[in-house]
């Protein structure tokens, strides 16, 4: 520990340098003496070359102090300036001094640990009997200030070490209070982390610190800059804003700070412009350049992680010349800060506070500051003169007044007497109340609760119980988890403007991290935004893409700036900013809009489409005259021109027609598996039925003539018997051909999604292509052979040849039929059927009109010819 005290000293004596070193110094000091085996008074006599140990540099004077039993030390910043030193290198440095005016914020945060401990001592229940005091030191805002603080606080005062022959006396603070600065806290933790003294800070939220491996000592009041960062980030994913700037302070509390904003923003999908990092003693043109920024960025929101010094620079320069209207998002160093209430540009900024509080008595302790009082302290003095511009002792140097026992804290205007939004003081009671119930912890026993006045406490049984207190103070509960971070809870807080027109900082929700996800965050009251409005602004790099499209980031831009393309054919999406459409089921087809799949409408050829009642109507309106040619001919079936024509073919012929027609019917409507294999077979065998009539009526002709020559005896062979049994072999063929179809693969209803995207084709699926092809080329085949025997038959006699209106009857079949094979095949959907229909049709037309036309047309209108001597007597 000698070997220890000679490191701090030199220390204390040479206060600036790095904290990183002075504890590598004390490190390697506690290492020289563990390997040399020195005792205690032998490395002190090492570090003085005497039995007496001194203080090798000046010592501060504390801001404030009071004697106790148990002594809390706090660093913090009183002064905002330290007075800057040249060393020459040649003396020995001068003593370390703050500059400028009193700050009244600090000021009121100092008596704020002073109020706690003087109520703790009045505590009859907290730490009874026991008095705690302070030493409370002024930081000047500047890290070598604090390093300088904490390693006098660590040593004690100078009389300790003239008291004794030893320099393994170390100072009596059990813990200590502060920093404000996370940067300056940092290097107060390594200072005082190797002697186990806890570190308890009211305001410093980096979430660096909640490193304990680098940090094992540090405990804070305020929530982690972690939890703020998560907060930060899910405000402004709450209010849409996906296209955002951001401004920090350089330094441990606005980079660190940012950076976990970022990390969490970047996983909320939010992207930043750009990010921009000051400090308030930067150059004017830094300062300036930023400002440029802020006005030329195409975001209109700004989040800014700054602290207060930093955050009036920036809004000094912006009020030069404001920026379009921006929505500012501040972190709880500077949004509730009543000195930046005056910039009005940033009316309507919205952030997160710490929470606010009451603390009863404190104002009238504030207030209760007496004459005597203020004389006996330095600080007091230069705030009680700045405040009334009044000078308490008489001197040459000045011109003030002299303060003449009228002047009254009550009506002062100052930060000092503003408890109305009491924010950090809390924390700052906190801080101090969290040491005491670690101090009662460590001093009353568990079992009895005896107090051990005997013993002496360390302030390693301080951090230890440190760690474990649970306690509720007015109301604030207060613990710590096991980085040292107390509960986080924020309030969400809105520059608004008051009734008189001044903005002023109006709480609008909260955060509150111990709640499930989902609950942490909650606005309970109206906001204002930007110049006053009531719309929340709108703040995104390109529009979000309405369903019915999809995002395509943009080249070289961050994922929040894209392009909306309109879904493919046969894609949707339903939702907005959809990275991609998907395509609809198999039986679904997009809107017109593409944000909705719908049943596709399944397309056939139905009754009541004007096609389908058209086709039924030709097909009904053949088969009755097919009908009524038949009792034409039954009704003058005696007369020579139906004998003469082979009445008994004719009959059947005309049976055959009538099927034809009726048979079209069967591809009107919805495929089933019953009308599927109707229509096909039907078709097949009504077609050869036909077609065997005509083709033995041709044969008929032809016999009939070859039989009037001398010897001829051909009619016996091909009588009414044979001609039956012609149409019924021919017929049974085709019966046969079906059959086989039937039972192989019979054609079956299906639902054709190939042919359009867009609907469904319900059709009659062929089955067997090969037993279709063998029907229809039976049927052409037959269809053939009867116009080729026809041809032959064309010049005989007109007088009982019908070979010639068969030629024709047949000529306009083999036509219909063979242009209906490429109709067939290219023929799109429900016109596949319409075409097999119309064909049907036009052959079976053909053959009744080219064979029965002329006969009936004699019957009916010139029966003068319809005599067996016209029909001899005509060439």
């Not at 005290?5 to 003496?33: F, H, P, Q, T, Y």
């Not at 603080?149 to 100078?158: E, M």
């Not at 002697?195 to 909640?210: D, G, K």
């Amino acid at each position: 520990m000698g070997v220890s005290a000679l490191c701090l000293g030199l220390a204390l004596a040479l206060s600036l340098l790095d904290v990183d070193m002075i504890v590598g110094l004390v490190e390697s000091a506690n290492r020289l003496e563990k390997s040399v085996g020195l005792p205690s008074s032998d490395a002190g006599f090492m570090a003085t070359q005497s039995s007496v140990c001194t203080l090798q540099g000046g010592a501060h004077t504390p801001a404030f102090s009071e004697d106790g039993d148990y002594l809390i030390g706090g660093v913090y910043s009183i002064h905002h300036n330290m007075h800057k030193l040249d060393n020459n290198y040649n003396t020995a440095p001068q003593t370390l001094s703050c500059i400028g005016s009193v700050d009244p914020r600090g000021l009121r945060l100092t008596r704020a640990m002073i109020f706690a401990i003087e109520e703790i001592n009045n505590s009859t229940e907290l730490l009874p009997g026991v008095k705690l005091g302070y030493q409370i030191h002024d930081s000047c805002a500047s890290v070598p200030v604090a390093m300088h603080a904490a390693i006098q606080l660590l040593n004690g005062n100078d009389s300790v070490f003239n008291s004794g022959d030893n320099c393994s006396h170390s100072g009596v603070v059990m813990a200590v209070v502060g920093e404000f600065g996370s940067t300056a806290s940092m290097s107060i933790s390594r200072v005082t982390g190797p002697f186990n003294i806890p570190l308890v800070s009211p305001y410093s939220t980096c979430a660096c610190l909640s490193d304990k491996k680098q940090y094992p000592n540090f405990f804070r009041t305020i929530p982690s800059d972690q939890f703020q960062a998560d907060a930060l980030a899910k405000l402004v994913k709450h209010f849409g804003w996906t296209w955002i700037g951001a401004v920090r302070s350089d330094s441990d509390y606005g980079n660190n700070g940012m950076a976990a904003f970022l990390d969490v923003a970047l996983r909320e999908g939010i992207c930043v412009e750009y990010s921009e990092a000051f400090y308030r003693t930067n150059p004017r043109s830094k300062i300036k350049r930023v400002a440029d920024i802020i006005r030329r960025s195409t975001s209109k929101v700004v989040v800014a992680f700054t602290a207060i010094g930093d955050m009036k620079i920036l809004l000094e320069e912006l009020a030069q010349e404001p920026p379009p209207p921006r929505q500012w998002v501040g972190s709880e160093a500077w949004i509730t800060e009543p000195q930046l209430l005056s910039y009005t540009f940033c009316a309507g900024a919205i952030g997160v506070a710490i929470q606010q509080s009451v603390m009863p008595g404190f104002r009238d302790f504030l207030l209760d500051l007496s004459p005597s009082e203020v004389r006996g302290s330095s600080v007091l003095t230069e705030f009680w003169e700045d405040a009334f511009n009044c000078s308490l002792t008489e001197s040459n140097r000045t011109s003030k007044r002299m303060c003449n026992g009228q002047e009254d804290l009550t009506t002062l205007q100052s930060p000092y007497t503003d408890t109305s939004q009491l924010r950090i003081s809390n924390m700052m009671y906190k801080a101090v109340y969290a040491i005491a119930h670690a101090i009662h912890n460590a001093l009353f026993q568990k079992v009895n609760f005896t107090l051990l006045q005997t013993q002496r406490l360390e302030s390693k049984e301080v951090f230890t119980e440190l760690k474990q207190v649970n306690f509720s103070q007015n109301g604030y509960h207060v613990s710590f988890d096991a980085n040292g971070d107390p509960v986080a809870f924020y309030e969400l807080v809105n520059w608004q403007k008051n009734e008189r027109g001044a903005i002023e900082p109006v709480t609008v929700g909260f955060y509150d991290a111990s709640l499930p996800e989902g609950q942490k965050f909650r606005i309970n009251r109206k906001i204002t935004w930007v110049e006053g409005g009531t719309q929340v602004p709108v703040s995104v790099c390109s529009e979000s893409c309405p369903p019915g499209t999809r995002k395509v980031l943009q080249k070289g831009k961050p994922i929040c700036c894209y392009d909306c393309i309109p879904c493919p054919e046969g894609e949707i999406s339903n939702m907005t900013d959809s990275p991609d459409c998907f395509p609809c089921p198999r039986e679904f087809w997009p809107n017109a809009k593409r944000d909705a799949c719908f049943p596709k409408p399944v397309e056939f050829l139905s009754f009541d489409e004007v096609l389908s009642i058209i086709l039924a109507t030709v097909s009904i309106s053949g088969a009755c005259l097919a009908i009524i040619t038949a009792v034409i001919f039954f009704h003058h079936r005696t007369t020579p021109i139906v004998r003469a024509n082979n009445s008994e073919l004719s009959f059947l012929l005309l049976f055959s027609l009538t099927l034809c027609f009726l048979c079209s019917l069967t591809f009107i409507g919805a495929p089933s598996e019953w009308s599927c294999m109707l229509r096909h077979t039907a078709f097949g065998i009504t077609f050869v039925l036909c077609i065997s009539c005509v083709l033995g009526k041709t044969i008929v002709v032809l016999m009939a003539f070859k039989a009037t020559l001398p010897g001829s005896n051909t009619m016996k062979w091909f009588g009414p018997v044979q001609q039956r049994m012609t149409v019924v072999s021919f017929t049974f063929i085709q019966v046969i051909i079906c059959i086989i179809w039937l039972v192989v693969s019979p054609p079956f209803p299906v639902k054709n999604l190939t042919t359009y995207k867009e609907k469904i084709i319900l059709e009659c699926a062929l089955g067997s292509a090969v037993g279709f092809w063998a029907v229809l080329g039976y049927i052409g085949l037959l269809a053939v052979f009867c116009f080729v025997l026809a041809v032959l038959a064309r010049k005989l006699p007109d007088n009982f040849n019908e070979a010639k209106m068969i030629t024709f009857s047949m000529l306009i079949f083999c036509a219909v039929w063979i242009t209906f094979i490429p109709a067939y095949v290219s023929s799109p959907g429900k016109f596949t059927v319409a075409v097999e229909i119309f064909a049907i049709l036009a052959s079976s037309f053909g053959l009744i009109l080219c064979i029965f036309a002329p006969k009936c047309f004699i019957i009916l209108i010139q029966p003068e010819k319809n005599t067996k001597k016209y029909l001899m007597n005509k060439n």
